[in-house]
């Protein structure tokens, strides 16, 4: 079967979020009108999201690189490259509003923790820049509510870092579940299974040297240093802590399950989900659980997910499959899809894998091989200001996706619960405490307002 490749112009569904034209900017679509950006977050990750920006689009700067770990200012090499590029070498600064106050800055790529994307997405929104945020976008569903009023207010691109949605085989897998060769969908599993070890509580310390750490802890509850939380050189294990992340659910698996909801044509939230599980691998006690199993109820399929970090023969794409011509080991992938039809059975592999379809005995009958799809993505950001149109990684569909996430972990918060969810007032009309559970904490003077 043939790659097709086309843009994807997604629709903005249930919340009724309405874009496109509506966008005021200043750039009016040509190449050469320069934008400039600031990075919010300078960890491996977030380096590599902005000089991809830089490299997949023309004309554009960077002028911020900004984090409260003083430490991350000690990149020459890389700030040698930008300054040899534009003639001017980025600011480090502690402090993101300095950038957004800057009215040269037209957008911001946020790629801190997850308790502060939505925050700093609304603040660079209020201040009129435009915005690439970092997966999972969102650390509640109150969040979401607040990231797609903000976007509609400000009339600014806001593109979520789920780059599956700007790859061609995710477009393709979608076409041809909707052409009906599978058959009629019954069922969807996802996978995110991952290594891991056991995790071991250390002391709480002094802040490290460089580092603001109220600023870092920014909405959340204020605690001390300690270093499960927190690393200076690395990513940290903020994920193993409510406050901060959803554990591994909204790491790599926010990634398979929106490729999924992807291909399955943006279905809307889900009536119900069922979740069990805990520190059943390594009997840790962190508090994000090694293992989640999860099953989610929508109108016309079930979708369930097995995520966890204690399986260690599970193996993730590597390069030549993401970037090369390699199948993946199905049955060993740590993070595929597996569509289920009357008539079919479609393997999907996030992040360039692609899709491969199966009858009886392993024949396979249709294929679309992928490439990684951040640098589609990145290009679909700068093109969407320049373009004034709505963005792959929509807010809507971004807030939908993290949902799954988010009632996932509520359930197995409230005690391994079945909760049932009005997808009309985004709240469950089962369980009293669950709705606790809707809205995360915010420390004055770390707040949307």
């Known amino acids: 079967m043939q790659r097709r490749n086309f843009i994807s112009h997604v ?21 050469n009108d320069k934008i400039v950006l600031a990075l919010i977050g300078c960890g491996g990750r977030g380096r590599d999201v902005l000089s991809g920006i830089v490299k997949e689009n023309e004309n554009v700067e960077v002028k911020y690189l900004c984090d409260v770990n003083e430490t991350l200012a000690a990149i020459p090499a890389e700030i040698e490259a930008y300054a040899k590029k534009q003639g001017y070498a980025p600011k480090f600064i502690t402090d993101m509003r300095r950038a957004f106050d800057d009215k040269d800055v037209d957008a911001a790529v946020i790629c801190t923790p997850e308790h502060w994307h939505v925050l700093a997405s609304v603040w660079a929104l209020q201040a009129g820049k435009h915005v690439y945020v970092e997966k999972n976008p969102t650390l509640s569903i109150w969040e979401g509510q607040q990231l797609i009023a ?57 802040v490290p040297a460089g580092l603001n750490w109220d600023a870092w802890q920014g909405p959340a509850k204020s605690v ?108 060993q992938n740590s993070t595929r899809i597996e569509i289920y039809g009357t008539e079919r059975i479609m393997y999907l592999g996030r992040h360039g894998v692609g899709w491969q379809v199966m009858e009886v005995d392993g024949k396979i009958v249709d294929m679309d091989k992928g490439y990684f799809p951040d640098k589609f993505h990145q290009k679909d950001f700068i093109d969407s200001i320049r373009l004034s149109k709505a963005p792959n990684g929509d807010v809507t569909q971004g807030h939908l996706s993290a949902s799954l996430v988010h009632l996932a972990d509520i359930a197995y918060r409230v005690g391994n619960q079945y909760l049932e969810f009005n997808a009309t007032t985004e709240r469950f009309t089962n369980n009293k405490a669950a709705n606790t559970f809707l809205k995360g904490h915010y420390r004055s003077p770390y707040i949307i307002s």
């Open 11 to 31: 629709a903005l569904g249930a919340m009724g979020v309405s874009l496109g034209s509506s966008f005021i900017t200043k750039k009016t679509g040509g190449s």
């Open 224 to 331: 001390p240093y300690n270093p499960n939380r927190h690393s200076m050189t690395g990513r940290g294990g903020w994920l193993d802590f409510w406050s901060y992340g959803g554990g591994a659910l909204s790491d790599d698996a926010s990634h398979v399950m929106d490729l999924a909801r992807l291909a399955m044509g943006d279905p809307g939230h889900p009536a119900s989900v069922y979740c069990t599980g805990g520190n059943v691998g390594f009997h840790s006690q962190k508090e994000t659980p090694e293992f989640l199993n999860i099953t989610y109820q929508f109108p016309n399929f079930s979708m369930t997910c097995e995520s966890g970090s204690c399986t260690p023969y599970m193996t993730k794409e590597g390069r030549e499959v993401r970037y090369g011509s390699k199948w993946p080991y199905w049955p």
């Open 150 to 206: 903000a976007t509609k207010k400000y009339k600014k691109v806001l593109q979520i870092g789920f780059q599956n949605r700007s790859a061609p085989y995710a477009f393709s897998a979608r076409d041809y579940i909707k052409s009906g060769k599978l058959g009629s969908i019954v069922h969807v599993k996802c996978y995110n299974l991952l290594g891991g070890s056991k995790w071991m509580p250390e002391p709480d310390t002094a």
